[in-house]
């Protein structure tokens, strides 16, 4: 069974009554809820110690999922760069929403992710753009949202090397608002819907690309080996 770890800052929800309205129990909580039917699920949270991400719980994490907005700068650079070698050694990586300004997302790209935002609490429709993708099975042609937060282009990344989702608003802007990574070993999949005030993980569909992308993400049985390689009778060419 996959290992998933669900990481959220846990402050909106204990500070901001229009967010608690939304998430009572925190936006960990909601997507645990509806990941525990398919993964083992495990919750940390950044004032937990270690922010909740020992190197016991990283080690029994197949995919790590991240959300994150107001708090990016105390998450410790000691457990980015534990986040970090993890990836690389395999574990996926899935960064929901303002995500993409977290320490790891930076770390993991090189750049400043920075972009185009508005909450004005319109709707959006995020297009599948790769509909043969593991993620977008069962998604349909695209996604409505009845609200979400406006990110709009330029997005501040590197080209992906999948481009999965692209979300249009009424005023017109577009953005690439899921899109696939691999970095070392691990993979990677940021999907930009997700904003705090708004329902958004409730949506079936919504969870159904959560889900196929934590499938996606998980690690592969087959590891390569690094390092002095010595010949082998049967690697013999």
């Known amino acids: 069974m996959i290992r998933v770890t669900v990481w959220n800052e846990f402050r909106h929800e204990l500070t901001d009554e229009d967010v608690k309205a939304v998430y009572p129990e925190g936006i960990h909580e909601a997507l645990a809820s509806f990941l525990t039917a398919d993964f083992l699920v495990n919750m940390a949270t950044l004032d937990q110690p270690e922010h909740g991400l020992t190197e016991e ?49 930076q770390k993991l790209m090189g750049t400043t992710c920075d972009l185009k ?19 977008t099975q069962g998604v349909g042609e695209w996604i409505d949202l009845d609200q979400e937060e406006m990110y709009g282009e330029h997005f501040d990344v590197p080209a992906p090397d999948e481009l999965i989702f692209i979300t249009g608003y ?39 690309v959560i889900k196929n992308a934590v499938h996606w993400a998980a690690p592969l049985t087959e590891r ?14």
């Open 57 to 105: 719980v990283l080690n029994q994490t197949d995919v790590l999922l991240w959300w994150g907005h107001m708090a990016h700068d105390e998450v410790a650079d000691e457990i980015v760069d534990r986040v970090h070698q993890r990836i690389l050694e395999g574990m996926g990586l899935i960064v929901l929403h303002s995500g993409h300004f977290s320490k790891i997302f």
């Open 117 to 135: 935002w508005r909450e004005d609490g319109l709707s959006a429709k995020v297009w599948n753009v790769n509909p043969s993708h593991p993620i």
């Open 170 to 208: 009424p005023n017109g802007e577009v953005f690439r608002g899921g899109m696939t990574y691999r970095r070392g070993n691990g993979k990677i999949f940021y999907f930009h819907p997700g904003h705090e005030t708004f329902p958004t993980y409730y949506h079936p569909t919504i969870q159904q």
């Open 224 to 237: 390569p080996t690094y390092g002095h390689f010595p010949i082998e009778t049967n690697n013999k060419v």
